[in-house]
């Protein structure tokens, strides 16, 4: 009698919990999607379901005949996916903006992105508050989940005298300033260590404030102390060669610090933009991986992201003549308009300076990934536009060297370097090999641009997300979508902590892109840059359209601020 209750009782239990299932949720919906492709970004192969979502979130994935919905959106033929979370992106500036066309940040959405990291690279403001609030009050075209930055953060604390560690008292107070913007809404914190201040400060100081943001769960971001055999700001004659301190480091020293603060603190942490720069140091991928697999398999959570092109933001703005013989002085805020070919006239007029400069000057084509690969943008005598340093020096009969300041005597007089030039200093290998990792997730590392904005900004801040799936995933084949799409979603994610965003789930906030993959692709280039991508026909933030159709941006500014709290809350039913 018992055993047969009991039967019946788990009989009963069994038929009550089929109920659901079988008696989906059929609506009305606000939003029905019909007949797509669902890549639900956990990186599992495409199913074939409709999509209903209310309230501005996904109610129902699975076969939903017959539903009736406000609006139906047919997508046989399309995928639909997770919207894109961008996890290294400078939108702040464009999200904070008076001009609501900036706000609408009609560059990400068009790629598909609805959730922005800011706060990148260490910089940002000093108040996490204050800048959730200005978010809130202005509206935004997307979400945005902020990061504390460690250089303002450390120039907050040392004021002017930054050129040198932290002492413990200031270190104190700069965990007081890094728990106090987790206390006001922030998901981590972000460091630049090839930048000002941040150059000097040691990982003992790193370690010491990622410390205060693991109580909180929040997750670590470095822009490197190099991404290249030296850092950024190093040139030979002007810095030790010898010099084996934190001050010369390389990106496999970098990779081993940042795994040693995982490693110290137990956060996630991330390498942010990963890339091996320099023709001396390509291939480099294959050190940095290793040593990633390697801390993971000891239990480091150690992660990074990547955005997919061959040229960095600094290779858009490459000077081969260096600061100091231009006269500037360095680490200094630059001053507008001075006459550079003066003050290069007295750096030749020493034999021992013009030694130096020549030597600087390799030192930064090779950095910057050879002569070849550096092309000329912008330049008065407009026959050089396209061609490469190497091509226009071979065809005045002169060194690289010596070219570069012909350039700058007869160029622009009021440019360091006298034109306009972009370097490819990353190769296409260590793109790729980085793509393909597990722990890798794309990140712009963008911001919002109107075309107003002119010729040199980075085609990343237009084609990064659809250029990964169709480069990298339809046409080379090194990833498949279903990988691109998780790189895009699920993992980003993970990484920052969300418990509700990044997938395609019943109860997961309704963030949603419909795609062509025929068509998806980055028309972007760096003549130009403000070119939309194509292929991406709807996106949906928090439920509601920003992109309804291709290329009808509805500008609507219903993005939020997730804080950790509404980040992680669990999936409502
Ligand atoms: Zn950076």
């Given at each position: ?339 550079y070919r003066e003050a290069l006239r007295r750096t030749l007029a020493d034999p021992s300076m013009a030694e130096g400069l020549r030597r600087d000057i390799q030192h930064t084509a090779t950095y910057r990934g050879g002569a070849d690969n550096l092309v000329v943008f912008d330049y008065p005598d407009r026959s050089y536009i396209g061609k490469s340093v190497a091509e226009l020096a071979e065809g005045r009969g002169q060194s690289v060297a010596d070219f ?170």
């Open positions: 009698m018992k055993i047969q209750s009991l039967c019946a009782l788990a009989l009963s239990a069994v038929f009550l919990a089929a109920v659901p299932i079988s008696a989906q949720d059929r609506g009305p919906f606000d939003i029905l999607i019909t007949g797509g492709h669902v890549i639900d970004g956990s990186g599992n192969p495409w199913f074939s379901a409709d999509v209903g979502i209310r309230g501005g979130r996904i109610a129902a994935v699975g076969d939903l005949a017959g539903a009736s919905a406000t609006r139906t959106i047919d997508a046989r033929g399309k995928v639909v996916t997770p919207g894109f979370i961008d996890i290294h992106s400078h939108g702040s500036e464009g999200l904070e903006s008076e001009d609501a066309r900036r706000r609408v940040a009609p560059n990400l959405v068009t790629q598909g992105i609805t959730t922005v990291v800011v706060n990148p690279d260490g910089g940002g403001p000093i108040s996490i508050g204050d800048q959730k609030a200005t978010l809130e009050e202005l509206g935004i075209g997307l979400n945005a989940i902020l990061m504390v930055p460690h250089n303002t953060v450390r120039r907050a604390v040392l004021g002017e005298d930054y050129m040198r560690k932290a002492t413990p008292a200031e270190i104190q107070q700069m965990r007081a300033l890094v728990r106090q913007g987790m206390e006001a809404g922030a998901f981590g914190l972000s460091a630049g260590l090839e930048y000002v201040p941040g150059i000097w400060s040691d990982n003992d100081e790193i370690v010491a404030l990622v410390e205060e943001i693991v109580p909180y769960d929040g997750f670590y971001s470095q822009h490197q102390r190099s991404g290249a055999g030296v850092p950024i700001w190093w040139v030979p004659s002007q810095d030790d060669p010898d010099d084996t301190g934190a001050r010369k480091y390389n990106l496999i020293d970098n990779i081993n610090d940042l795994i040693e603060v995982g490693e110290r603190t137990g956060a996630r942490v991330v390498q942010t933009h990963l890339k091996a720069k320099g023709a001396n140091f390509w291939g480099s991928s294959s050190a940095v991986i290793s040593a990633v697999n390697r801390a993971r398999e000891r239990g480091v959570e150690v992660y990074g992201d990547q955005y997919p092109y061959p040229t960095s933001g600094s290779d858009g703005s490459v000077s081969l003549i260096p600061e100091w013989a231009l006269g500037i002085e360095r680490w200094s805020d630059r001053q507008d308009a001075p006459d570069a300041i012909t350039m700058q005597m007869e160029g622009f007089s009021d440019r360091e370097g006298g034109a306009r030039l972009r370097a490819f200093s990353i190769n296409e290998e260590d793109i790729e090999a980085f793509a393909s990792q597990p722990w890798v997730a794309t990140g712009s590392d963008g911001g919002i641009s109107l075309p107003e904005d002119g010729p040199a900004i980075h085609a990343r801040y237009y084609g990064t997300f659809p250029r990964k799936i169709r480069r990298y995933a339809l046409e080379r084949g090194v990833i498949s979508v279903e990988f691109a799409v998780r790189a895009a979603t699920s993992l980003p994610a993970q990484i920052i902590g969300l418990r509700n965003r990044g997938l395609l789930r019943e109860g997961f906030v309704a963030d949603v892109v419909v795609m062509d993959l025929d068509r998806v692709r980055d028309m972007a280039d760096f003549t130009n840059p403000h070119q939309y991508a194509q292929g991406i026909e709807y996106v949906l933030v928090n439920g509601n359209f920003a992109v309804d159709g291709e290329g009808n941006l509805t500008r609507l500014l219903r993005g939020v601020v997730i804080t950790p709290a509404a980040g992680r809350a669990p999936v409502s039913q």
